[in-house]
């Protein structure tokens, strides 16, 4: 089941077709992991488009239809979706089919999706940490998982079948994949993903709040710092709202944190303390070092 | 003076030879915009770099012998060292000197430099907002400039000559400029610049103090977000730490101001309040738009 021609899956169902949805459709289609895609998603536009791009067999507007006798069902809907879906495809699920995600919280997959399940099911859920700030099927290429991580949070009672051959599927589109539990991936990601994406949205919010002249110099001055953060805050507001609050407890926290250390530094500044900002940007810089080691850049 | 083909200045010196130093004098070599570039630095072995990289024409230590008979001084140092050089240069400008720099505030032209200046040197403040987190001579490359803006700031009693010259010089390296009041230069730039690699360096710094095992997975998980807040928070700790002390009352305005969105998006974390994330985010998402007219991506 792991050889790298053989198929993977039989038949995959993807539950919504964004930027991650149809990025996977194209590496599944590419590498032949499966022998059809169905494709569900709200709007016939979307299944127009997945279908033109040839990244789907068959798709359908209702997720129930698409998820049956499926292998692997991977829900890509933002995350306000899951409970809904959940209760939606649960009934015509096949027997031992597996159902994944690709979602950016994992707690989610246990409070929402979980107790919606049939007997006979496996959950192994996932989250592919790759993105870009672009949205919708249009948006997708199969080589965004290239080099990235991926990071799968099955629980220790789920069927170790199933956990390898999602792990072969996105071991084979390219990813690293690593296993973990659920509530570490999401304190981790709160604070290496949720936050700067909170903050970004924030800075951001803050310069269209200002005077029409000032926004327009802003704009042509963004080159050191602020064009990076317009980047961030520019990905999918629905997605990221979702985010925030599916994963308020770990945002909160680590932004607690932050907002102790951000406060440090601005009474640093204003009392002119230049030994103690030397020594904290001093420090930053190593970990950016760590970063490129780890090979994320 | 203005031909493309013409000398703007018989000699340039540059006191300090970092990431901007020897980007301008290498733009100065390439499009042959000076005869000589005389080069200070505080540092032996940064002036054998500017000398190895044939990036100046004679080097010294001391700041008043590099400044003798220069038609244009370039100060390229961190902020604060201004004051101090000006103090050294003053004696040895000739009359009718162009003292300008390369400073991420314009304010401090004001307060620390000239000041210090004889009768008949004419001040011309400047800012290349342009950059990367690499520091030092080797860091520099003369395309840094290219289709970036720089920001003059020469007061209304300026010399309109000595104003013509360097944005000559600043053009023909491929920049805009835009003229501007050095205190409206520093609240754009508050906001644009300094608050985002403020808050950069919190958010990494809030990241290495975490414990070591969530650390390690801060780097592996870098890919969504945090990787572009690392690259910021890589950049040299003593420029920035000079930026926050010198622009001190913008910088603490302006954060006072992203401290309170900051603030009202977290209540509406903690309140589930979807709507409101929701009305935020997509506003967000238009001022990107706006960078990517602004040509700044």
């Known amino acids: 089941m792991t050889g790298s021609d053989t198929l993977l899956f039989d038949r995959i169902a993807l539950i919504g077709a964004g930027l991650i949805g149809s990025s996977l459709a194209g590496a599944v289609r590419r590498d032949q992991l499966a022998g059809h895609i169905a494709v569900a998603a709200r709007s ?168 029409d002249d000032l926004k327009q110099e802003v704009f042509k001055f963004s080159a050191s710092g602020f064009r990076d953060f317009t980047r961030i805050a520019a990905s999918d507001p629905v997605m990221w709202r979702d985010i925030f609050l599916k994963n308020s407890d770990a945002v909160l926290d680590v932004l607690g944190r932050f907002t102790e250390d951000l406060t440090s530094l601005q009474r640093a500044i204003r009392r002119g303390e230049a030994d103690k900002l030397d020594e904290h940007f001093t420090r930053t810089r190593a970990i950016r070092r760590g970063v490129i080691d780890a090979k994320q850049e």
């Open 44 to 211: 016939q536009t979307t299944l127009d488009t997945m279908t033109d791009l040839s990244l789907a067999d068959s798709t359908s507007l209702d997720a129930a239809e698409a998820v049956q006798d499926a292998d692997l069902v991977v829900l890509c809907t933002p995350l306000g979706a899951y409970e809904s879906v959940a209760r939606t495809i649960a009934p015509a699920l096949k027997p031992g089919a597996i159902v994944s995600d690709v979602g950016s919280c994992k707690e989610i997959m246990i409070s929402d999706v979980a107790p919606h399940l049939p007997d006979g099911v496996h959950l192994v859920p996932g989250h592919p940490v790759a993105g870009t700030e672009h949205s919708g099927p249009e948006a997708g290429f199969a080589e965004l998982f290239e080099g990235r991580w991926c990071v799968l949070t099955p629980g220790p009672e789920a069927d170790k079948n199933a956990v390898e051959r999602v792990r072969d599927m996105w071991r084979r589109s390219g990813m690293n994949v690593e296993i973990m539990d659920a509530g570490h991936h999401d304190k981790v990601l709160a604070l290496t993903s949720h936050l700067p994406h909170l903050i970004a949205y924030t800075i951001v919010g803050t310069a269209t709040d200002l005077e």
